[in-house]
């Protein structure tokens, strides 16, 4: 199979999960029902180690986004049973739930795992957009600018994070650091472009989560 097919493949395969989960998941209660209905049997599947499960608990959360405890079993469930770099899997949970921000984390950093990068970007642009006042979309896609060389893009995004949390540390030290690779020789540049481990700060969806935020 050539590249190419493997893509075309990989696509279809990725269309026909999202329309196997909406399907599933608006079929079992009818679009009235309500996120408990949806929970309960979620929470079921879940116990049996079912995969069904995941496109009911997506919708149960956003049918109720303030249920903490709900948001957390999801969200405790998805990472335990989801690859952090499944994009298929990801990406079709988030046409289910558009608007839910921890999704939105997850599918830009499988998406970045996997070198997509432009759409990794969309995904934290929306995110940004969704969340005008969550510093975190800024921090990651400052970072994915930052080690794609794209200093410019980077050092902007990284303003605005110090302007949003005045004089934000995190913000303040990677300008900085923008600052000196600027003033490095090209060869040591070339020598020593590995990507940071010190990348945005972790997730704060369980803190979203915990004040009925995430939604």
């Known amino acids: 199979m050539t ?10 395969t990725g269309l026909l999960l999202v329309m196997a989960m909406t399907l599933g998941a608006t079929a079992a ?8 209905a949806y929970f309960g049997r979620g929470r079921t599947l879940a ?4 995969p069904r499960s995941l496109p009911l608990l997506a919708v149960s959360v956003t049918l109720a986004h ?3 405890a709900r948001q957390i079993y999801f969200l405790s469930h998805l990472d335990r049973t989801v690859p952090s770099g499944d994009v298929i899997t990801l990406s079709a949970l988030n046409r289910i739930a558009p ?32 969340r005008p006042g969550q510093g975190e979309p ?5 970072d994915l600018y930052l080690f794609a060389g794209q200093w410019h893009k980077a050092m902007n995004v990284y303003t605005r994070l110090r302007d949003l949390k005045g004089q934000d540390e995190y913000a303040s030290r990677r300008m900085q650091e923008i600052r000196q690779r600027a003033n490095q020789p090209a060869t040591a540049q070339a020598q020593n472009p590995g990507r940071d481990p010190d990348r945005a700060p972790p997730s704060a969806d369980m803190a979203m989560a915990r004040t ?4």
């Open 138 to 142: 800024l921090a990651r896609l400052g």
């Open 29 to 36: 209660y009818g679009s009235g029902a309500t996120g408990d």
């Open 3 to 12: 590249p190419q097919q493997k893509r075309i493949v990989k696509r279809a």
């Open 66 to 68: 303030k249920d903490v």
């Open 47 to 50: 116990d049996a180690n079912d």
């Open 99 to 130: 608007h839910y921000v921890p999704l939105l984390g997850r599918l830009g950093r499988a998406l970045e795992q996997n070198g997509r990068t432009a759409e990794a970007e969309s995904v934290y642009l929306r995110w940004a957009r969704m």
């Open 212 to 215: 009925g935020n995430a939604q």
